[in-house]
């Protein structure tokens, strides 16, 4: 277990492994002074690891962190802090982004435009899903649980991609390309 202190100043930290783990790795999450060994208490899994490029979301912004690791070798991970493009309406770019959205809406709509791979991770205080893995031209929506924060990955291999959030509002971002950002996985 390692807690992790609220921390306004850093709202996202990204846990990815040093090299490829031996086996996996179930990050979870709990409120400081709870165990997830507790009767009746289940705690918030926030990631599984199985590869390198694999990543895992903390947020320590709004509360004390208590983070469970869960692995049936020895491992080494890695805890930064998260370079993401925070934007409130829209964003667009080419190739590999990592974003943050801090509002109240649950739901985006994504196109992408390219022939090659598109994938979106979406991450919030307390999950993790990929509403999207497929390739191509796409036009979907996804949505999530709860209100922001959310960090939203974005992987695409060829073409241009948008990212819009249903119901908000704003000017829209324009995302470097990922030859020109640091390597969201470290």
């Not at 609220?6 to 492994?17: F, K, N, S």
């Not at 190739?95 to 991770?121: K, M, N, P, T």
């Not at 249903?166 to 829209?172: D, F, N, V």
Request: hydrophobic share 40%.
């Amino acid at each position: 277990m390692l807690h992790i202190a609220r921390d306004a100043a850093t709202p996202v930290l990204q846990v990815t492994p040093a090299a490829d783990p031996a086996d996996w790795i179930d990050i979870s999450i709990t409120p400081a002074g709870e165990h997830p060994q507790d009767e009746y208490f289940y705690p918030d899994d926030v990631g599984f690891l199985a590869s390198e490029s694999d990543v895992a979301m903390l947020f320590p912004g709004a509360r004390d962190l208590e983070v469970w690791f869960e692995s049936d070798a020895q491992e080494t991970l890695r805890i930064s802090p998260v370079e993401a493009t925070t934007f409130t309406s829209a964003a667009s770019g080419e190739g590999d982004a990592v974003l943050l959205y801090e509002g109240e809406h649950i739901s985006a709509r994504a196109v992408h435009r390219g022939d090659g791979d598109f994938y979106v991770d979406t991450f919030t205080p307390t999950a993790s899903e990929s509403p999207i893995i497929d390739f191509g031209r796409i036009d979907q929506r996804f949505s999530w649980e709860e209100g922001g924060p959310l960090v939203i990955r974005i992987e695409s291999s060829d073409g241009p991609w948008t990212i819009e959030i249903e119901g908000e509002s704003g000017a829209p971002v324009d995302v470097p390309s990922a030859a020109q950002t640091t390597d969201p996985a470290g």
